[in-house]
């Protein structure tokens, strides 16, 4: 059983940072990828973020730049850095976690940006 404890989420004006912290809880033995996603309003979920246990590391277009990515592998835990944040980062954003080839996700964390 894997249960993902997301954190960091909230309402913030444009240009403001927020913290999202995602730790992995449960009989894990190894993880493979671990991430964000984010889907707004009549959106589809659209990926963040994501950094493999190895290192390597995916970030969208649209965050470039503003966001970063970060792992620590012996707290099974990855946090995103959002910063320069814009009105269209607002969306319920999800922890995303692959551990032997199965996937399981966070029930989700709301970021508003707005003044």
């Known amino acids: 059983q894997v249960q993902l404890v997301e954190s960091g989420g909230g309402l913030v004006q444009p240009g403001g940072s927020l913290r999202l912290s995602c730790a992995a809880n449960?009989?894990?033995?190894?993880?493979?990828?671990m991430g964000w996603y984010r889907q707004a309003p009549g959106k589809e979920r659209e990926l963040v973020a994501t950094?493999?246990?190895?290192?390597?590391?995916n970030v969208a277009d649209a965050v470039k730049g503003r966001f970063t990515i970060s792992r620590d592998n012996a707290k099974n835990t990855v946090v995103l850095q959002m910063n320069s944040l814009k009105p269209e980062d607002t969306a319920v954003y999800y922890c995303?976690?692959?551990?032997?080839?199965?996937?399981?996700w966070g029930q989700g964390t709301q970021v508003t940006v707005s003044s």
């Open positions: 449960g009989s894990i033995l190894s993880i493979n990828n």
């Open positions: 950094i493999h246990w190895g290192g390597a590391s």
């Open positions: 995303n976690v692959e551990i032997r080839w199965k996937i399981y």
